[in-house]
């Protein structure tokens, strides 16, 4: 890890040098509505069950599978049955979420006939459908199925998340009223960490922060609220799901892994008549609370819901998950062929967008020809949180010839290798689309007026940051141009001080901003703007 950040941050220092034209940023205008944003992939309502009768818009889509349609025998999966329902799903299009079940009230019991009928191999039963759920014959099973389950879909694009599943009622781990019978702590945790084991790549949820049996372990995955905007703001138990997590110290968990869930049945029906909602939990808190992506609302999808419902479950869509809008961008020539551009982003929903999708970056010259992928950058975009932070992020382009170039970019989907359906992802500006469809229009550079535009390298020993390493105070000096303004940020962009000066030197109380490693410094004179490394101690 620690090499890796070494290369990122030498990747965005070498990316960030801006030569001796004076710029600026430009500001962009926000659109949150722009046309077909309700259809952003990996986020907002989803039927989650066949029969769809309507056509409000969804990106994702969940199925329950049973254990004994895949699992054969210790060792050996028929995937067919699993693979034919991520096919359905991807080829609209849309990402799947998957949850494997053994025992759904009201359908024959999923436990693998092997694990029935074999001699030596068979469980426990509580009933005709329920196994014991602590037999050990069983617990080793399913830590072999769970493996290889792992080994054939781990980082397979085409999912978003997997739901624990397979323990209790629908795979929710419990077994109401008959709790006697649940799993007990120790084989949850067991289900888990062969969770975590199988899966490096591919995000896992379980059904609330109280399942896991420590802090430690809660922290490694997701949950899914299968009563939302019923049991999600309430502070009764563990069931009451943001509970769980403020009870965990989890609120922030979902950063680092999704919330999805279903809104609670009884509810969908009228959740949607007025807004704000009068039926149920508030939506708007309830989203914004548990930071909520994506969550199944079939109420909307088995028939044409009504005008009022159709745009109310519209706003709860564009509220979920991430929104991204670029803030503000530079565009600057670069010798006669290349450019470089800098652009600040902002996250403006509830949620990061959980996956690292590449950046793609396009032109348009001065006979309306598009330039189809003039390059890519990796942007971690995983890492651009809900903040209202602007998060700095760099690309060099080369062009074929001298002329006059719009530049368009896009978050590539991966389904794209998948499907001509894939969902696009599409920013909150106002530019989006404007040129090409699917992708967002940053800006226009000149080439043609651009005259001995070069890095200047001496510039760089005009500015000093010492010491370095430092601890309590960073010095920067300038021994040529005064300093107008000094902006630290983090190795992945994200700005974290930024002052306005006048002076030929500043110093900055680093100590007090709680910063750790490397950071980058950008410094701008008024005449020059350069980026410089800084490492911290402590």
Excluded at 12 to 25: D, H, R, V
Excluded at 78 to 87: G, M, P, Q, R, S
Excluded at 271 to 289: H, Q, Y
Aim: net charge neutral; with cysteine; hydrophobic share 40%.
């Amino acid at each position: 890890m620690k090499i890796f950040n070494f290369f990122l941050f030498l990747s965005f220092w070498l990316l960030s040098a801006i030569g001796n034209a004076q710029i600026t940023m430009t500001d962009q205008v926000y659109n949150p509505d722009v046309k077909n944003i309700e259809n952003n992939p990996m986020k907002g309502l989803m039927p989650g069950y066949t029969g769809i009768n309507s056509n409000f818009p969804y990106s994702t889509d969940h199925f329950y599978i049973s254990l004994n349609t895949v699992f054969k025998e210790l060792g050996t999966c028929d995937w067919t049955a699993f693979e034919n329902e991520v096919k359905r799903i991807v080829g609209g299009g849309r990402h799947a979420i998957a949850r494997f079940w053994i025992d759904y009230p009201g359908k024959p019991n999923a436990v693998p006939a092997f694990l029935l009928d074999n001699v030596g191999n068979k469980i426990a039963m509580r009933d005709g459908n329920t196994p014991d759920w602590n037999d050990e014959t069983l617990i080793l099973a399913l830590e072999n199925f769970i493996a290889l389950f792992g080994a054939k879909y781990d980082g397979d694009p085409r999912i978003l998340m997997i739901e624990a599943g397979l323990n209790g009622y629908w795979g929710e781990w419990h077994c109401y009223p008959e709790t006697s019978w649940e799993m007990n702590q120790a084989n949850k945790d067991r289900l888990i960490i062969a969770y975590n084991k199988a899966f490096k790549k591919t995000h896992i949820a379980v059904r609330h922060a109280g399942h896991p049996g420590t802090k430690e372990l809660a922290k490694t995955v997701g949950y899914y609220d299968d009563s939302f905007c019923y049991q999600t703001l309430c502070t009764g138990g563990n069931w009451c799901f943001m509970y769980s997590l403020i009870q965990r110290g989890l609120t922030d968990n979902y950063k680092y892994h999704p919330m999805g869930g279903e809104i609670r049945p009884e509810v969908q029906s009228t959740l949607f008549d007025a807004w704000p909602n009068t039926v149920g939990e508030d939506i708007t808190k309830s989203v914004t609370s548990s930071h909520m992506s994506f969550n199944k609302a079939f109420f909307l999808f088995k028939q044409q819901p009504t005008a009022t419902q159709f745009a109310n479950g519209l706003k709860m869509t564009k509220m979920m998950g991430y929104q991204f809008f670029i803030k503000s961008v530079q565009l600057t020539p670069f010798k006669s062929d290349s450019f470089k551009l800098n652009l600040n982003i902002q996250n403006r929903g509830v949620a990061p967008i959980y996956y690292n999708w590449q950046v793609e970056f396009s032109a348009i010259n001065s006979a309306g020809q598009l330039l189809q992928n003039i390059g890519t950058a990796d942007w971690n975009t995983n890492t651009i949180y809900p903040d209202a932070a602007n998060y700095l992020k760099t690309f060099s382009g080369k062009l074929p010839s001298k002329d006059i170039y719009k530049i368009l970019m896009r978050f590539k989907n991966p389904l794209d290798s998948y499907t001509s359906n894939a969902r696009v992802l599409r920013f909150a500006n106002e530019k989006q689309d404007i040129d090409i469809a699917g992708w967002l229009t940053l800006g226009t550079i000149d080439l043609i007026s651009t005259v001995n535009i070069r890095e200047d390298p001496g510039f760089q020993n005009y500015i000093r940051t010492f010491p370095n390493p430092a601890s309590t105070i960073l010095n920067i000096e300038s021994n040529k141009n005064r300093i107008k303004e000094v902006s630290l940020y983090s190795i992945s962009g994200l700005l974290l001080y930024n002052v306005k000066a006048d002076a030929l030197n500043i110093q900055i109380d680093i100590k007090s901003l709680n910063i750790k490693d490397m950071i980058l410094v950008k410094v701008n004179t008024g005449q020059n703007i350069s980026m410089h490394k800084a490492f911290l101690k402590h």
